[in-house]
């Protein structure tokens, strides 16, 4: 399985981005992003369970990012708007099969993406 994540770039606060997430291979449970800003950990943002079509928000970004996922295409999303200079960092698109108390949780994931860089200018 191999994740291929696009769409990152430079956008002025307010603005928009949507970035992509091409899944090759088997169809795991569940989907995610995760973004990690300079000097900082790695944060969950949003994931979506397969089973149900769960949808899970960090709180930071409710009402202003949207996840989504093509079944046919195999391949994930994530719509921002409202950008905000604090939503700078590299996102990773990321697939696993966590228990649902881990969806939120990188150990959760077992493939990642290489990651697009999202910059957001004041």
């Known amino acids: 399985v191999q994740l291929q994540a696009s769409g990152g770039g430079l956008v002025q606060a307010g603005g928009s981005l949507r970035l992509t997430c091409e899944a090759s291979g088997d169809t795991f449970g569940s989907y995610g992003w995760f973004r990690q800003a300079p000097g900082k950990a790695r944060e969950f943002v949003a994931a979506?369970?397969?089973?149900?079509?769960?949808?899970y928000y960090t709180d930071s970004v409710k009402g202003r990012f949207t996840i989504s996922r093509d079944k046919f295409k195999n391949t994930l999303y994530l719509s921002m708007n409202s950008l905000k200079p604090e939503d700078t960092a590299v996102y990773y698109c990321?697939?696993?099969?966590?228990?649902?108390?881990?969806?939120?949780?990188?150990?959760?994931?077992?493939?990642w993406g290489q990651g697009t860089q999202v910059t957001v200018s004041s």
């Open positions: 979506i369970r397969l089973n149900g079509n769960r949808i």
């Open positions: 990321a697939a696993g099969n966590p228990i649902l108390s881990y969806v939120d949780a990188s150990e959760g994931y077992r493939v």
